[in-house]
């Protein structure tokens, strides 16, 4: 395995063979011992992401997903997706995936140029990513996503459209369409490729969009495009700052709790290196943090206004312990602005604040 220049994901590069039983174990103790955050709630999704989960046999899932159902209950239609890349190795686990109870599929194409892929460090080719598209299609996955970017190094406008119509053909339920962006810690911040200008990018972004529109993925987050009915639960849950486990090496999470003295939200993370998360095994914890009163609005924010339809008031409330009123000013400040929209309880970004979210949010700091 080896890591993309672009990545800024906890992904590692590793040779020799994966500790896969080693790890599922790690996986179901972490597990365990954040049980008590769940609070009997029923489980709504799980995402499987981060470095490469498809190198992973369906079995570990299948043990996984056992050993969580006997501990805590799934919600009836739990959307349980897995990331994978296209190489034909992997993609021929999707039918066993799909048995073990994977039933959405998340496909990281990135582009459907070969030497875009080798600039982007991907390992596989653009024949590879039809082919992984068409066997998931085959094992019985209507509920997919693809992941693809634009303004890659160099890249022009048609270029762009054609990775985008490429994958189009594929009627694909959801996609995952946004700009590399250059990240620090990666290869590519250290050893630049050459961008691509601004102006094409605004191109893109008018004609792509266009193209989207016209086959009925709804823009409904910043990057996420989707048929009706088909956004992804998992996702939405983070953007409505919602709670959510985060279990295995380097994994996020975020929870609220009650108590007499009110609503306070933490934020948990897991030791980061694969190494030390195996070896920590009484607590694989490494950070447990309680945000602050004046940190949660923004934390909020940065999440909720990504999303095309905003939020309601009532949810500010539910999810922050916070009143409204104290971000009320501000709010009026952008009304005025023309960059968002209050309506009936409900704050939604106009066009130019959606185009303009960095400076919407900065009001917020």
Not at 324 to 334: D, H, N, Q
């Amino acid at each position: 395995m080896r890591k993309c220049p672009y990545c800024d994901f906890n992904s590692h590069e590793a040779s020799g063979a994966i500790p896969e039983a080693q790890y599922v174990k790690a996986l179901c103790e972490d597990f365990d011992q954040d049980l008590e955050f769940i609070q009997g709630r029923p489980i709504q999704s799980m995402f499987i992401g981060g470095g490469t989960p498809s190198l992973f046999s369906a079995n570990a899932y299948r043990q996984l997903f056992e050993h969580i159902q006997q501990r805590a209950q799934f919600a009836v239609a739990c959307e349980i997706t897995l990331e994978a890349n296209p190489g034909t190795a992997e993609a021929e686990k999707f039918a066993a995936y799909r048995a073990a109870g994977i039933n959405r599929l998340s496909l990281g194409i990135q582009s459907f140029d070969d030497d875009q892929l080798k600039t982007l460090g991907r390992i596989h080719s653009a024949a590879e990513a039809r082919a992984a598209i068409a066997m998931a299609r085959a094992a019985g996955y209507d509920n997919f996503n693809l992941d693809l970017m634009y303004g890659l190094p160099q890249q022009t406008p048609t270029q762009a459209l054609f990775d985008l119509e490429q994958a189009l053909t594929f009627g694909p339920a959801h996609l995952s369409w946004y700009q590399l962006t250059i990240e620090p810690n990666t290869v590519f911040y250290h050893q630049p490729p050459v961008i691509t200008a601004e102006e094409p990018i605004i191109e893109m972004q008018d004609l792509g969009r266009e193209l989207l529109d016209q086959h009925a993925l709804l823009r409904y987050e910043v990057s996420a495009y989707a048929l009706p009915q088909r956004n992804s639960l998992h996702n939405l849950n983070y953007w409505q700052f919602g709670d959510y486990l985060g279990i295995g090496a380097g994994a996020h999470g975020k929870i609220t709790r009650a108590s007499a003295d009110g609503t306070s939200v933490w934020r948990i993370r897991k030791h980061k290196q694969p190494r030390h998360y195996l070896a920590n095994s009484l607590s694989r914890r490494a950070e447990q943090v309680q945000l602050t009163s004046a940190a949660l609005p923004l934390e909020f924010l940065l999440n909720a206004l990504r999303l095309r339809t905003g939020f309601s008031t009532e949810l500010f409330e539910r999810r922050t312990g916070i009143s409204f009123s104290t971000i009320g000013k501000r709010v009026e400040y952008l009304v005025n602005q023309g960059l968002l929209v209050w309506h009936e309880a409900h704050i939604v970004p106009t066009d130019k604040g959606y185009e303009l979210l960095n400076s919407v949010l900065e009001e917020f700091v």
